[in-house]
């Protein structure tokens, strides 16, 4: 019956915790989770089991022998990750005892920090969520590299503007396709004028060549994508897309398939004719 059921979900939980949780816990008493925002929901219940129960049942967390701490930027999270989801990271976050927050920036330039500071300063909310991952304004130690142009600093954040009315873009996908063709027009430009020695990149400590291996474009989706590595490709400007599409998806990885078939069958007929076009 029911009473027996809930009896018997309450051992097995005793049993799980005795066999499984309580030996972990005594390994590795404190655990540390970096990029806590690429975490979905399933990899935070186990150490939310393993962790946040144990430290809620004790009224002083003080005296707890077990300890977690999460690392991340949820802004990140837009991205989904390896599944990454939002929602995960707000949940952690409000069951978390206590909350703390950088406020140096040692990756950006000044100027990069102060704009985007700027830029979401704009609104009270600049997120949906603003309660659960607000805004929150950084400084900048100002030791990362600035880009010269024709030996003046360049504008840390610029816009791109687009006159639907004198080009000829009547939907989404002619939007991507010019916006990708304008940004790899201003890449191959950037790379062209380091090549003739009017481009680099300058720190307090150093200065170095600009190379097509220190930009990037982040995009929204695989479509934005593959109009931006076409748009590089067309101007011999070799790229890398990093993305959740799967490596065996490829038409290489179909292609030594294929070879493997063929080989593992040499007197299959089919493999052989399969494989010729391929290779």
């Not at 049942?57 to 977690?68: C, F, R, T, V």
């Not at 330039?109 to 979401?120: E, G, H, L």
């Not at 000829?168 to 916006?179: D, F, P, V, W, Y």
Request: some cysteine.
């Amino acid at each position: 019956d029911r009473r027996q059921r809930q009896m018997c979900i309450r051992d097995r939980h005793k049993h799980d915790e005795k066999v499984l949780a309580q030996p972990i816990r005594d390994l590795f008493p404190v655990a540390m989770v970096d990029e806590f925002q690429d975490t979905d929901a399933a990899q935070y219940q186990v150490f939310r089991k393993l962790y946040v129960e144990t430290l809620t049942e004790k009224q002083d967390s003080a005296q707890s022998d077990y300890g977690l701490f999460m690392i991340g930027d949820p802004k990140q999270a837009i991205y989904k990750f390896r599944g990454a989801d939002i929602f995960t990271y707000i949940q952690a976050k409000q069951e978390a005892q206590y909350s703390h927050s950088l406020h140096t920036n040692y990756r950006s330039t000044k100027t990069m920090v102060d704009a985007v500071n700027q830029v979401f300063s704009q609104h009270d909310q600049s997120f949906i969520f603003d309660k659960s991952i607000p805004f929150i304004p950084v400084d900048a130690n100002d030791k990362a590299h600035y880009l010269f142009l024709k030996d003046q600093p360049t504008s840390a954040l610029s816009w791109m503007y687009v006159n639907t009315v004198q080009k000829e873009i009547k939907n989404k996908s002619g939007l991507t396709e010019h916006m990708a063709q304008g940004c790899a027009e201003e890449i191959v430009s950037l790379l062209n004028a380091s090549t003739d020695k009017q481009a680099c990149l300058k720190s307090e400590k150093d200065e170095s060549e600009l190379k097509a291996k220190d930009l990037a474009v982040l995009v929204r989706n695989r479509n934005q994508a593959k109009a931006m590595k076409d748009a590089l490709t067309q101007r011999g400007v070799g790229c890398v897309y990093v993305g959740q599409d799967s490596i065996f998806d490829s038409h290489e990885a179909q292609a030594l398939l294929m070879l493997l078939l063929a080989v593992h069958g040499l007197n299959a007929v089919s493999y052989t004719h399969l494989t010729l076009p391929t290779i």
